[in-house]
């Protein structure tokens, strides 16, 4: 099973960092954690994506449990472009990106 | 500039019929991707194709079919046999490096309507 589970709906103030949680308990030693988010009839949009160590790029950073049953995405500074649904995906091997539903992210002006 | 175009935006079909859905990339992709989302839920895979000549089932590919003649284009049908097709129709590539993750790039998507 390479489902994850995230909350389906959270909601945070522009400028204001946002947390995003996943939990994937079943995950293996060699399954990546990948981040999508697609705003609304759009295709998906990479995030970002860790094994074990945190991750930071330009867009969020990535926090991994020491146990990896879980990852939080860190919106540092949300914007109003940051409204979106989110993703958290598990991937091990053949690069299947298998989606649940995702969270979808409110920022309020 | 590079990227992945999909055509046409919106798609209409009489119940019955046929219906090509189109996917080209410039990005020299080797893979390629083919996901149908439903209203309100997440992507499903249909197709998906590693290198030319060469594709393989995803999880709900009953009712289409794929070819990848060329490394820039992955053209999708919908046939007749696929009970539900309403929905949109999302394409994407990677690069493919075996079992080592890359990002998938995806298209603006076809909203395909069944009358």
């Known amino acids: 099973d390479a489902k994850t589970t995230q909350p389906n709906s959270m909601e945070s103030n522009e400028e204001e960092p946002v947390h995003l949680p996943c939990n994937h308990s079943?995950?293996?030693?060699?399954?990546?954690i990948h981040w999508y988010r697609q705003l609304p009839s759009q295709g998906p949009e990479y995030v970002i994506h860790?094994?074990?160590s945190n991750v930071n790029n330009r867009m969020a950073s990535l926090a991994i449990a020491e146990d990896r049953k879980s990852s939080t995405l860190i919106l540092h500074r949300a914007t109003l472009r940051d409204a979106a649904v989110y993703y958290c995906i598990r991937l091990g091997g053949a690069q299947k990106l298998v989606f649940g539903q995702g969270t979808r992210l409110t920022i309020n002006p | 500039d590079g990227g992945i175009t999909q055509s046409p935006k919106y798609l209409f079909r009489k119940e019955g019929q046929n219906v090509t859905l189109s996917c080209e990339q410039n990005l020299n992709h080797d893979a390629m991707y083919w996901y149908r989302q439903d209203p309100g839920q997440g992507l499903r895979l249909i197709y998906y194709?590693?290198?030319?000549?060469?594709?393989q089932k995803g999880d709900i590919a009953e009712g289409y079919s794929v070819s990848r003649e060329k490394k820039e284009s992955f053209p999708l049908t919908v046939t007749s046999a696929q009970k539900n097709p309403t929905a949109f129709y999302l394409c994407?590539?990677?690069?493919?490096?075996?079992?080592?993750?890359?990002?998938?790039?995806f298209g603006p998507g076809t909203r395909l309507t069944v009358l």
């Open positions: 079943t995950i293996s030693g060699t399954d990546y």
């Open positions: 994407a590539s990677s690069t493919w490096d075996g079992p080592s993750y890359n990002e998938q790039f």
């Open positions: 194709s590693q290198i030319v000549n060469d594709f």
């Open positions: 860790g094994l074990t």
